[in-house]
DNA sequence: GGCAATATTAACCATTTGGTTAAAATTCGT
DNA sequence: ACGAATTTTAACCAAATGGTTAATATTGCC
């Protein structure tokens, strides 16, 4: 019938679990804080999830896999630089918001094994090349400056991801509450991409 | 009497120290560990430093603190925007190459324990109020384009810090190597400010 | 209703961990 | 050389923590 947020108990611990890990991390979480939070008993958490590594990797790999493929798709309908930038920078923004740990969780685990998300990363490398066609194609019709497609992508990597990975920073500087930081982020949607093609542009 | 690296044992502790706090975070490291990397006993960590709190802000005043303290300070000497930017951008990228694990593990003491920082980086609110400025002059003098200066420094911050925070997929996607590393972060002391620059240069 | 499968719990357990203590080694002024 | 102060260590300890077990409650099926 109507799927009306189906309040199954691995639901309530995997939204638990990722409110107490995107605050205090893998090695500051404490399994009886997940259990407190998702209002059972300790044992149950293993019952679901053998162990804390598996509820980690519950609570964000199917997340991250998800979205990020979706954001990178968002290039395959694109034959043009500049639309592709919005599309990319616009998917990034509207996907991760609703997931703000995730760029942090993802960094954390490249940096601690960087092994283990090779085959994740390697998802994204049809679109990556893409990616870099449509730069090599703008540049040769001369619609932007000599740039290495490299660096640009590293550059618009960095203004979606930055802001969520420093999150606590700017909350703290602003004075900025979860609302305003929405606000902000959707504002870039448009900003970014208008921010990149202003520097390229030939 | 040359002061030739005088190897004390409290300087073995805080060096040993500040690698396993950048590589494992705060809740992360043992003390054990510590211990082990500076070659001396468990207890001896607790006559130089009384606990691991104490010995985790004794690692972060002489590491972090004074990194970003000399990155903020490069702001002071300059009085227009674009020789600002360059500084900054250069300071940050000369000194974070020689400590790259120091963004990602900000942005999680950050995320874990906010309060714990806040006075660190109300440190360089001085300095940031300066760079507003800068951007403020900069617009009424007409060298700028109309935007947000908040939106700009936070764009900065994120061409800075996020070739870090991402150093293992760079080096997974680009089979880059710890020098190629070091040589594209240097070459990016040139290219991001003027990415920036060509960006919002009226 | 009854019974097998599933879900949930309380009580435990072994290990890890931050921290202490008391004794041994070293340094240093005299 | 000697004794006091400082540095270093080995052995401990109590609390916390990830994980297990065995028993109980609940659900679903006939």
């Known amino acids: 019938m109507a799927p009306v947020k189906e309040e199954t108990t691995e639901l309530r611990i995997l939204e638990a679990a990722r409110e107490v890990f995107t605050r205090k991390g893998m090695a500051g979480t404490r399994m009886q804080e997940v259990a407190d939070a998702a ?5 149950l958490l293993h019952y679901y999830f053998r162990d804390k590594q598996r ?7 199917g997340s991250a ?3 990020f493929g979706c954001i990178w798709d968002s290039l395959q309908q694109c034959d043009s630089l500049f639309p592709a930038i919005e599309a990319f920078v ?6 991760v918001i609703e997931e703000p740990g995730l760029p942090l969780f993802l960094a954390n685990e490249m940096s601690r ?6 085959a994740f990363i390697d998802r994204g490398q049809g679109s990556r090349a893409r ?8 540049r040769a019709r001369g619609e932007i400056i000599d740039i290495d497609p490299r660096e640009l ?3 618009i990597m960095a203004l979606c991801a930055h802001p969520f ?6 909350a703290h500087i602003h004075g900025i509450t979860e609302e305003g930081f929405r606000r902000m982020i959707l504002k870039r949607r448009k900003t970014v991409p208008e921010f990149i093609i202003r520097s390229i542009r030939a």
């Open 55 to 61: 509820l980690f990797e519950g609570v964000f790999k």
């Open 90 to 95: 616009g998917a990034y923004l509207e996907r």
């Open 39 to 43: 209002g059972i008993n300790k044992a």
């Open 65 to 67: 896999e998800k979205q």
């Open 165 to 170: 990975i420093a999150r606590p920073m700017l």
């Open 153 to 155: 992508l590293v550059n």
């Open 131 to 138: 990616f870099l066609k449509l730069v090599e194609e703008a």
């Open 113 to 118: 094994d960087p092994e283990g998300l090779a």
